[in-house]
């Protein structure tokens, strides 16, 4: 028996788990109907609520490397994952509130500013969860049981992600409010109490939590070690190897190296903001596509918006088959046995979607 099986598995983890899924559950709750509000109540224009849509989702991963700098260098994860928590909630009151028409408020700027509170909160606590659940282990004798809880975060994600997407599209067409046809403001609601339940259970955790001290952030230093790199290059006339070496002296050359091999693999990056921004397409373009169709598939009727539940739905069926048959298969024949090969037949497929999409606009624009 291996020394990290005598240790209990931290029961401090389950209350985060919990936490994620409620959040995850409120954000793409909220995210799922977010277009067809904007568009349908709000009364944008089909390009200004993508562009809207598209800002909110930009800001949702551009917030995670302020959040990642509080929690390593000045809150730490706990009240960083906390505080953050608070503004989310409070972005998702104000987003609620602003489907309300009794209230008399502007519903407008209630739903922007609140869409810019969920930014930050969403994307304020996104480095800071999953890395607060690592700190919980001993390592290296919980390799194994650390391995298991990040299994079990990501299924809580796709979980909260899969639930939502299929239940806040109903309440959104089935439930009627403030005689209307439709009931945005539930549909803001629920994700907002599940956000609120999140806080009470990661609140609730606290005492079974393992703290780490403060130990600086590595995009911190490694942007002043950069900017030194840059400066001393300009002002300097001496011959080095490569531009980088410049700040060996102050930050040191294991810092430098590991920024030359992360400059290396960031060529291969390149490509993923042209899938993510594809990617996103499911919650602006294609959703207001699909208003355009009839939504029945055989006896069952799919909303226009209902359809992104089918995302997470892949992921949970296909991780397992892909895993255990299609990779396996693949690679007695040296095809998807790489990451780099995985992600180009990503791409390649990412990109037939859209053709498929294209063919299906065309058919939608001859009928009309």
């Not at 260098?73 to 906390?82: M, W």
């Not at 390799?143 to 806040?168: A, H, K, P, R, W």
């Not at 992360?262 to 490509?271: D, G, N, Y």
């Amino acid at each position: 028996m291996s020394a990290g099986k005598k240790l209990k598995y931290p029961k401090s983890v389950f209350f985060i788990i919990s936490n994620e899924f409620c959040e995850r559950f409120s954000f793409y709750g909220m995210r799922t109907v977010l277009t067809l509000y904007l568009r349908n109540v709000l009364n944008y224009t089909d390009n200004t609520s993508t562009v809207i849509y598209h800002i909110f989702t930009m800001f949702v991963f551009f917030f995670p490397l302020f959040g990642a700098i509080l929690a390593d260098s000045i809150l730490g994860k706990y009240r960083t994952i906390f505080y953050v928590s608070i503004i989310y909630t409070v972005g998702q009151l104000l987003l609620a509130l602003s489907a309300v028409p009794p209230l008399g408020l502007p519903p407008r700027e209630f739903a922007l500013v609140g869409l810019f509170l969920i930014a930050i909160g969403s994307g304020g606590i996104k480095p800071c969860v999953s890395a607060f659940g690592g700190d919980q282990f001993v390592l290296p004798q919980q390799e194994q049981q650390l391995s298991t809880f990040f299994s079990v975060f990501y299924f809580s994600i796709n979980s909260g992600s899969l639930i939502s997407s299929f239940l806040t599209p109903i309440l959104r067409s089935d439930v009627t409010c403030f005689g209307d046809k439709t009931c945005y403001s539930l549909s803001f609601l629920i994700p907002a109490i599940l956000m609120s339940i999140s806080i009470v259970i990661f609140v609730l955790g606290k005492p079974l939590y393992k703290i780490v001290d403060l130990k600086g952030n590595i995009v911190v230093d490694v942007t002043k070690c950069i900017y030194y790199a840059i400066k001393k290059k300009i002002q300097s006339k001496e011959k080095v190897d490569h531009w980088l070496d410049h700040s060996s002296d102050k930050y040191g050359q294991k810092l430098v190296e590991d920024i030359k091999d992360s400059l290396q693999v960031l060529k291969m990056f390149l490509p993923l903001p042209i899938f993510w921004a594809l990617f996103d397409q499911q919650g602006s373009r294609w959703t207001i596509q699909a208003t355009r169709m009839d939504g029945k598939v055989g006896n069952f009727l799919i909303q226009s918006d209902q359809m992104q539940v089918f995302n997470p739905l892949l992921v949970v069926i296909f991780i397992p088959i892909f895993e255990t048959c299609i990779y396996p298969i693949f690679s007695k024949i040296h095809l998807l046995n790489t990451p780099l090969k995985k992600l180009t037949v990503g791409g390649v497929l990412a990109a037939l979607s859209f053709v498929i999409s294209a063919i299906v606009e065309l058919q939608l624009e001859m009928q009309s």
